[in-house]
């Protein structure tokens, strides 16, 4: 089976990528490794969380139709997952034409070449952030969500909406996978747990929105990996699933755990709500239990202790603390 992975150079690409070829899947790995954070991460994924494993890499804008038609054509994939998007909430408040550029534009790309180039199976990257103002706990995918906050919710949110188009219309077999606050190894330098760890590091202040009051369902990567290739391997015609540990967790929990295992107690700066973000998220995984067979096992203490040890063994090589 040939698969693509778009932003297979990404924190939760690699991680499906890895996972995939241990399987012994043939995986072409696209991504076009943007400056949003700093490539030589996406590039030390590649050249050592994935070394030695046999993905070929394309260096693909997912906004560059042609050049994506091209790839679809040679290629004649049997999957496509879609990881590829420009990420983070608060990014979007300031360059909010990047992300219907990416999100919007790039998305429909896919959707074009999956139709024209023998209809593979997709199964795409969606987010808790679709959820918005929703104040019923936990999130169910039976949930309206007519009310996102963010401009990335939004886009992320179209996403869905256009998949179920082209299935409607052109019998496109589309998986969107909701996921909830993803942390671990090799994971994005904007993220909190990483934030939080440099901050730590340099002895400077943590920043806590919301005072501190602010609970998430977080979610270690390779759940999240084993969720994605499940429904890789269980095309469904049209489905929108939770992805998450389904337990929430108070941030101030979260952070005395990363303490813990750095050994250090960090400073800590108390700030406002953010624009764009939401007091708590919390997910019923009811439907990926039934449909996936998902079935999440990394605590919060042990993904964290991984994400420390990591982040010790890697800080000076990836001059971590830069980026």
């Not at 690409?13 to 012994?24: A, D, E, M, N």
């Not at 606050?181 to 340099?202: C, H, N, Q």
């Not at 929430?248 to 979260?254: C, E, N, R």
Request: charged content about 25%.
């Amino acid at each position: 089976m040939k698969i693509l992975v778009t932003g297979g150079a990404g924190f939760i690409g690699s991680h499906v990528t890895k996972k995939l070829i241990k399987q012994g899947r043939d995986v072409v790995l696209l991504d076009n490794f943007n400056p949003y954070y700093s490539p030589r991460l996406k590039e030390a994924r590649i050249s050592i969380f994935l070394k030695n494993l046999p993905a070929k890499i394309e260096h693909i804008d997912i906004t560059n139709i042609e050049s994506l038609r091209a790839l679809f054509a040679k290629e004649k994939f049997d999957r496509v997952c879609h990881l590829a998007a420009q990420a983070g909430v608060r990014y979007s408040l300031e360059h909010p034409e990047v992300y219907v550029e990416s999100n919007v534009k790039g998305f429909l790309n896919i959707l074009e070449c999956i139709r024209h180039f023998g209809k593979p199976p997709l199964v795409y990257a969606s987010t808790s952030s679709v959820y918005g103002a929703n104040t019923k706990l936990p999130f169910s995918e039976e949930d309206r969500v007519n009310k996102p906050i963010s401009l990335y919710a939004a886009t992320k949110r179209a996403n869905e909406l256009m998949a179920f188009n082209y299935h409607h219309l052109f019998g496109t077999k589309a998986t969107g996978l909701r996921f909830f606050t993803v942390y671990g190894p090799w994971g994005r330098p904007d993220m909190a747990l990483f934030l939080f760890a440099s901050a730590i590091e340099k002895d400077e202040p943590i920043k806590l929105f919301n005072g501190g009051n602010m609970k998430r369902d977080f979610t270690y990567v390779t759940d999240i990996a084993d969720g994605v290739v499940a429904a890789l391997e269980n095309p469904f015609e049209y489905e929108i699933i939770n992805l998450a540990r389904g337990e929430q967790q108070q941030l101030t929990d979260y952070v005395a755990a990363l303490e813990r295992h750095i050994g250090k107690v960090a400073k800590k700066e108390m700030l406002p709500m953010q624009a764009g973000d939401v007091p708590a998220t919390s997910a019923d995984i009811s439907k990926a239990k039934r449909l996936l067979w998902y079935n999440p096992k990394v605590s919060i203490d042990e993904g964290i202790k991984n994400f420390v040890d990591w982040y010790e063994e890697y800080k000076e090589k990836l001059k971590l603390n830069d980026l």
